[in-house]
């Protein structure tokens, strides 16, 4: 069976759905009456279920790649011997499609990133507000 950070599988979407809610209901945000702390779940809601979302895209993007490794290994053969004979131009036009595929991999993980770190500084600020009780 297959590893994954120590699991005997991959976690699924239904699991990190489960892994977020259950940290929601271990925070402190719960029990509060008025609007103003009414909102502070309802962010923490929405930033945790984006976590869920960018974690199940994290799995489909290992996914995407290792089905990107198969090809390139079926192309270029194991040793590198090219079983199929491509030309050289079938080589480096395969060669930029697989640089167009690690582009977008590329791209999508630095919005990963900018969301995450968008995600810190909101909770951030959340935090400092509850100073005031």
């Known amino acids: 069976m297959e590893q994954w950070l120590g699991l005997n599988k991959m976690p699924s979407g239904d699991d ?5 809610q259950e940290e929601l209901a271990l925070s402190s945000w719960s029990g509060y009456g008025n609007q103003e702390r009414n909102a502070k779940p309802a962010m923490k809601n929405a930033i945790a279920e984006l976590i ?3 974690a199940a895209d994290e799995v489909a993007i290992a996914q ?4 990107e490794a198969s090809n390139i290994e079926a192309f270029a053969g194991k040793e590198g011997e090219f079983p199929t004979s491509p030309t050289n131009q079938q080589i480096i036009d395969f060669q930029h499609e697989v640089a167009r595929v690690m582009e977008t991999i590329v791209e999508k993980q630095k919005l990963f990133l900018r969301m995450i770190e968008t995600s810190v500084r909101l909770l951030h600020w959340e ?4 100073s005031d009780s």
């Open 127 to 130: 935090g400092e507000g509850d």
């Open 64 to 67: 995407l790649i290792r089905a």
């Open 16 to 20: 990190f759905q489960d892994i977020a």
């Open 52 to 54: 869920v979302a960018m």
